[in-house]
């Protein structure tokens, strides 16, 4: 009587055995589908975010460039002007004519005095 009542339970094991089993099969087929289908979504994603990059990259490398330019060229002027205005000799020629000056000065000073002096000695003379 036992295995009477064993067989049908062992026979109703299996079927459920047998219906998981293909439901198991059924969703992992389906998960599949979805995975290689989820699996073209997410490189056409990839792709598409890489050619953004790609392309930020680029405008990015050509704003350096022209900064760059920008910074070489007016380092140029600059050394251009420094050499033209900082020059040594202008400096220094520049100090000399001062210095001309100062003792042209002192000169047209010291003639001013004599010139007094002597209109004074003459204007003595006269009386």
Excluded: H
Excluded at 16 to 39: K, N, P
Excluded at 62 to 75: G, I, K, S, V, Y
Excluded at 98 to 105: H, P
């Amino acid at each position: 009587m036992a295995i009477i009542i064993r067989r049908p339970l062992l026979i109703g094991v299996l079927i459920v055995m047998a219906l998981g089993i293909s439901v198991y099969l059924r969703l992992w087929t389906i998960d599949y589908q979805i995975s290689s289908t989820e699996t073209e979504l997410l490189r056409r994603q990839f792709d598409l975010a890489n050619r953004e990059a790609v392309d930020e990259s680029a405008e990015w490398r050509l704003r350096f460039d022209e900064a760059e330019e920008r910074a070489n060229t007016c380092a140029k002027e600059l050394k251009s002007v420094k050499a033209n205005l900082g020059d040594n000799s202008m400096t220094k020629r520049l100090d000399m004519l001062q210095k001309e000056n100062m003792n042209l000065l002192e000169r047209v000073e010291t003639l001013k005095q004599e010139l007094e002096a002597e209109k004074l000695k003459c204007s003595t003379q006269k009386l």
